[in-house]
Every structure is written in C-alpha cells, then in structure tokens.
C-alpha cells in the first residue's frame, strides 16, 4: 500500500531527459505526496532506532497546519472574488439608478480642485472600463458626480454653521 521514497523519487525523475535541469519541477508538495513519503518513512526506518513519537506528531502536525493554511488562503481568494463581485453589481445599480435623474458635476484641474461645476440630466451610462455617465452629451466619470437632484449651493444652516465657527 505504502510506495517506497525510491518510487516516489523515481517518479520525479525522467530518465529520457540528458540532464534533469530540463525537466519540469512542480515546486509544492501535496498532502497527498507528504503522506505517501511519511508511509515510506515508517516502512523503511531503522528498527533499531525508529522515529520517536514526537517526531512523527511534529510532522503530522506540521502538515496539518499547512493544509490549513492552504485552505484559508483558497477560502480568502473566494471571499476577494465575491467581494469584487458584489462591488461591481454594487457599482452597476448606482450607475445605472442615475438615468434620468439631475445631477451636479465637479469639474477639477490637475490638483484635484473644483473649478467649475456642470448640471444636467444623466441620458447615458458606460459600464465599460470605469464606470462613466453622460451628461449634457458628455461623458464624466462616476467619481465626477458630486450631488443628485437640485441641491442648492448653500443653505441657510450652512451660513449658520459658518458664522458660529468663526466666532
């Protein structure tokens, strides 16, 4: 049942090739390929000095939080994946709730200050690449829209709020 380390080795090896720095090296090593050399191992180890229980606890051990391991960073990848997912659905239902509706957009210069500020209706979304809308016939990226609906340049509480932070 157990393959000696000699197969598994032999396994490795291809004896077609002149040189093994051809050959082709898969760098990990499986759970699989760790039980069949820790079977080798109990088959093949000196009887006169066998391994000692904590040695072989200590390598089971190690495996199994390497198997751990490698399922939590797999479990991770998935989570990434549909956390990407759900954020560009996420995107998708904001971009596309915009369509006919008001909105305001922040012209900035290369520092990132707004200069200037566009209003109109949104008539169009790409979905391609950034998300961008189309207003007034041109196209704005997503981040650009800074107020959606009539939002009026200040307010009376603002006005408030600024006097009473400068006293």
Not at 40 to 46: I, R, S
């Amino acid at each position: 049942m157990a393959e000696s380390i000699g197969s598994v080795i032999n396994s490795l090896y291809d004896e077609t090739l002149a040189t093994q720095t051809t050959a082709s090296s898969n760098k990990s090593m499986t759970e699989n390929d760790f039980w069949k050399l820790f079977a080798a191992e109990l088959q093949y180890q000196d009887m006169s000095n066998p391994m000692s229980n904590a040695d072989m606890m200590a390598q089971m051990t190690q495996m199994s939080s390497m198997s751990t391991m490698s399922k939590l960073a797999e479990a991770i990848s998935n989570f990434s994946t549909v956390t990407n997912n759900l954020s560009t659905v996420t995107l998708t239902s904001y971009s596309t709730g915009l369509l006919g509706k008001e909105v305001t957009i922040a012209i900035t210069n290369e520092k990132g200050e707004i200069v200037d500020k566009v209003r109109g209706v949104v008539s169009g979304v790409d979905l391609t690449g950034t998300t961008s809308v189309y207003v007034n016939g041109t196209k704005y990226d997503l981040a650009q829209v800074m107020a959606v609906g009539n939002v009026p340049e200040s307010s009376e509480g603002d006005e408030e709020n600024k006097e009473s932070e400068s006293e």
